[in-house]
């Protein structure tokens, strides 16, 4: 009995060391995420904007300028920023800068009283 016991942990042993092995193989070969970098392309995504339409970031960043400001009718920052954001928007906007504005409240409608009530016009 002592015999069958020592084969079974030799076993055990050796599937351990061989999903050991595996694992750190697997983690060596895989790539690490890349990161965006400073003067790189940003990453593509598409939201729904206040005007109930998609929009995507490569579509609006053709040959423009975007600023992005993530805001939320929480953030006491954000209420006061508004205004001066949306006055650089009505100056910049000829020359081609966007801004669009990604709101990080639940509700669509509170968004969209704090835009008419702090006078946002930019996507």
Known sequence: MGKHRKWVQLAIFGIVLVIGIFTVIAN??????????????????????????????????????????????????????????????????SKGVTVLGVNQDISRVTAQQFAREYGVTFL
Do not use: I
Request: charged share 25%.
């Open 28 to 93: 060596l070969s895989s790539k690490a995420p890349e990161y965006p970098r400073v003067g790189s392309k940003a990453p593509d995504f598409s939201l729904l904007g206040l005007d109930g339409n998609v929009h995507q970031l490569s579509d609006l960043s053709k040959d423009k300028v975007v600023v992005l400001n993530f805001w939320g009718t929480f953030c006491d920052p954000c209420k006061r920023e508004m205004p001066a954001l949306q006055r650089q928007m009505e100056k910049w906007q």
